[in-house]
């Protein structure tokens, strides 16, 4: 991973005023990024966050190496405002992504940078592998986001083929499919306005294509093979990254109901199939630790594991558990937004070390571009830069205000121990239901509303939400 070649780029974004320069050394002083971000995982669903049954050795040692994070949040509760605000560092209120996105989605809008846009400014290699969920017309794919590379389902993996999706020549049909086939279901699906009720009676929900590029090679994908498939991408890509650092936004399907399992792994879990599947995701976290170290990448690679939101708590053993919070997917409750992470770079980041601040997967972006050199968009972003955090955790540098979302609005606020929600957490919450306060030191699972006994707090608290939302 070392080269002397020094270029110079000038690059435009859409969106940003004007276009920015950057003198760029594609060598190994730069470090490689991954980031594995897992689907609807809950909090308890590793061994080094309490899981009774599900054993993860693997992210368990990376935990003992890096620094596990007790009060990490992502953005939103659902999948597709999630990722936006992790490739962007900005909330959906600023992003404008607050929808989950079904096929024949324009999605994000193209002038929103993310991280990989960012990091091609100073000579990285970038790939997505797995669940992209932002979109799936061709402007709004991972090629037209700053990857270099994408592999994986378009969208969530109970969803179903996109009426304006291309067929690969090499494409691979499965389950008697054939061209002529493939496309009658995207004939139907079209003749019916994607109505989903339609297209789950039909029999094709839950095909979902495998695409390379923005093109179908496989139809219907073999969803059991591909947590291993997606790692297997991961592994290839680093390996043909030649001079340049690279960034890897790795992205599972799992453990998102259906619930698929290699044959390897199905009944192996005392948790079921769910656990199944997460412990498959942690032995090929294992694969890639010790492909790391054999090629002398380890030391000059961050890792990042962490998953999108809370368990689909509605499909019982099938969901996960975010215990010991309160309720999971779809709520303002910590059980939607409250994550497990971990953060590992040997002898760059503090090792076998737990913290308490709050952090957020808004904050990647901008730490990633402190570490790269980079330039930050010239986008307000909500994140900030925590790699003296990471590097010591006692310092508390998190987060001071830490905002909860619904849509594209401002819908909570945590400060400190305190959280406040104006109209509730439930996921059917409305504006017009009661406000609700909970104090997370003494109340983790939020069980003791106290907004009649601290007026005070709740008139701070609701300021903070006005002054964000008067931005």
């Known amino acids: 991973m070392k080269s002397n070649l020094l270029l110079f780029s000038c690059t435009s974004f859409i969106g940003l005023t004007g276009s920015f320069c950057t003198n760029i050394k594609a060598d190994s002083t730069k470090p490689n990024i991954i980031i594995v971000f897992t689907d609807d995982q809950g909090y308890q669903d590793l061994g080094c966050y309490g899981s009774p049954l599900i054993k993860t050795p693997n992210i368990d040692q990376m935990a003992k ?5 007790t009060d990490f949040y992502v953005s939103a509760s659902i999948s597709s405002p999630s990722r936006a605000s992790l490739l962007t560092g900005r909330m959906p209120a600023r992003n404008g992504v607050g929808q989950v996105y079904f096929p024949d989605s324009k999605g994000m809008d193209s002038s929103e940078i993310t991280i990989a846009e960012v990091l091609k400014t100073v000579g990285y290699k970038t790939a997505c592998i797995g669940k992209w969920h932002l979109g799936d017309f061709t402007p709004n794919m991972p090629l037209s986001q700053g990857f270099d590379e994408y592999f994986g389902i378009p969208y969530s993996n109970d969803m179903y083929i996109g009426t304006r999706q291309k067929f ?36 094709i929900k839950e095909l979902v294509p495998l695409i390379r590029g923005n093109e179908i090679v496989e139809y219907p994908a073999e969803q059991g093979t591909l947590t291993r498939r997606y790692f297997d991408h991961a592994l290839d890509f680093i390996s043909n990254s030649g001079d340049s650092p690279f960034f890897i936004y790795l992205t599972p399907a799992m453990p998102h109901i259906p619930l698929f399992a290699s044959g390897e792994f199905v009944g192996t879990s005392a948790r079921g199939l769910y656990g199944d599947v997460v412990e498959e995701i942690d032995r090929n976290m294992g694969r ?98 925590i790699a003296k955090l990471i590097e010591d955790p006692s310092s508390n540098r998190g987060h001071e205000v830490f905002f909860y979302s619904k849509n594209t609005k401002i819908w909570g606020v945590r400060k400190g121990d305190w959280k406040y929600l104006p109209h509730g957490g439930a996921r059917e919450a409305t504006e017009n239901d009661p406000p609700e306060l909970y104090n997370l030191k003494e109340d983790i699972s939020e069980t003791t509303n106290l ?20 931005k």
Not at 184 to 194: C, K, M, V
Not at 299 to 324: K, Q, Y
């Open 168 to 203: 690969a020549d090499d494409v691979t049909f499965r389950e008697g499919y054939t061209l002529e086939k493939a496309k009658a279901d995207q004939e139907f699906i079209q003749s019916n306005g994607n109505n989903r009720n339609r297209i789950k009676e039909h029999g």
């Open 288 to 385: 890639l630790f010790e492909y790391l170290k054999e090629n002398g990448l380890d030391e000059n690679t961050m890792v990042i594991f962490t998953s999108d939101n809370g368990p689909w708590l509605e499909h019982g053993d099938h969901a996960g558990s975010a215990l010991p919070f309160r309720d999971g997917k779809f709520s303002e409750y910590e059980g939607g937004l409250r994550e497990p992470c971990i953060m590992r770079w040997p002898g760059k980041w503090a090792s076998g070390k737990v913290s308490g601040e709050i952090v957020s997967t808004l904050d990647f972006l901008p730490t990633i571009a402190f570490y790269a050199g980079a330039k930050l968009p010239e986008k307000e972003l909500d994140g900030i830069n």
């Open 65 to 69: 190496e890096g620094v596990r994070f």
């Open 451 to 470: 907004v009649q006994q601290y007026p005070a707090i709740v008139k701070n608290l609701q300021q903070e939400i006005d002054n964000y939302n008067a």
